[in-house]
Structures are given as C-alpha cells and as structure tokens.
C-alpha cells in the first residue's frame, strides 16, 4: 500500500514511450539512463523478451560492426531470460543494456542493407553473373557456367608470394549482376572495429580490378 503504483500500460503509450526512451539513451551512450528505462519497464512486469528483442535490433542497427560483439552479448542475453526468467535474468538484461549504451556506435549496415533492399527490388530478375555460377552438369559447363571463376584461396596464396599485404584486399573478379557493377553499399565510419574495416575496405576497393 505504501508503493507508487508504475503508470504502464503494455499495449499503450507508456509502453510505446518507454521503448522509445530507452532505445533513445542507448543511442546517446548514456548507460544510466539506459538501465533506468529498462528497470521502469521490468519492474512494471514488461514481457522481457520484447525487451530483448529490441536490443537485438539495436545491436545490429545502431552498433553494428563498430563493435561486433554487441549482437553475442544480447543474443546470450535472450538465452539468459530463456533459461532462468525474471527476477533473475533481469541482470543478464541489464549487462546488455550496458554493453549496448558504452558500445561505439554505427548505422552503417543499417544504411547499406536499406540501399540494398531498393536495388533487390529494382534488379531482382537480373541474371547472376556467369563466372559465379554454379555448374554441376556438363551442359552447364559448355553453357560457360563458371568459365574464368577465380578460386580466391589458390589466388590468394599465389599473390602472396609477391606481396603479403595484398590479400585478401584485392577484389579479384565482378560477383554483382552487371547492372551494379562497382555499386557499393556498405561504407563503414571510424568508431570502434569499423576504423580498421574502413582501411582495409578502401584498401581493397582502391585495387580493383
């Protein structure tokens, strides 16, 4: 009697609100703030895995490759609710959510996959490119499926004999369709992992062939 009953309601606007509040604080790196939404929704009886999924999303969307390991921790947090449930797993939530808000942060994939989606639309009967594909069958094979298919390892190896640094930032043949020959999606920042990919991405691109 003497607790302040939490103002939540699951399927209205408090729960829309704090999602949305929550999500906001990871987004600005704000650990505190973080876990004091994410504790407002658990203590007011939120369904945890929708908790979790969301972080999910987040650590994909908003983090990405800028720390990698983000993704394991929230999917290992999922386990963790799976396995022992509430009160327990409310920690496993929280060390997430802390991972999630001190994490570097990057919406790069999350770009590049939208950018994808819009061409995939455009180009999804676009033939793939016949170096790449498959050839089982001997019909195939005089249809030129496969013909000049470079085998990375045993080029890789070759190349290294002359250089060490190149591979594997060397494109070594087109595996796009021919209409988006040379399109590029993915473009990483300078936060977390994503500095060095950024380097060897441009590497790599800058040695086309």
């Known amino acids: 009697m003497q607790h302040r009953a939490l103002l939540y309601d699951k399927g209205g606007d408090q729960h829309f609100d704090a999602i949305s509040a929550l999500h906001k604080s990871l987004r600005g790196s704000d650990p505190d703030a973080s876990l004091y939404w994410l504790g407002r929704m658990i203590e007011a009886g939120e369904d945890p895995l929708y908790i979790v999924r969301r972080l999910i ?85 005089d249809l030129d499926y496969g013909k000049d298919y470079k085998y990375a390892h045993e080029y890789y190896k070759e190349m290294q004999i002359e250089d060490p640094e190149r591979p594997p930032a060397l494109k070594l043949q087109e595996y796009l369709p021919e209409s988006l020959k040379g399109r590029q999606y993915y473009e990483p920042g300078q936060q977390g992992k994503e500095a060095s990919i950024k380097q060897w991405l441009e590497k790599r691109r800058g040695k086309d062939v």
């Open 57 to 141: 999303r987040f650590a994909s969307e908003d983090v990405g490759m800028a720390d990698p390991q983000a993704l394991l921790v929230c999917v290992a947090a999922q386990q963790a609710v799976h396995f022992v449930g509430l009160p327990e797993a409310n920690l496993a939530l929280a060390q997430a959510v802390v991972h999630l808000a001190t994490a570097p942060k990057s919406n790069a994939l999350y770009e590049a996959y939208s950018r994808v989606q819009e061409d995939v639309q455009k180009t999804r009967n676009d033939p793939v490119p016949l170096q790449i594909r498959n050839a089982p069958t001997q019909l195939m094979k």
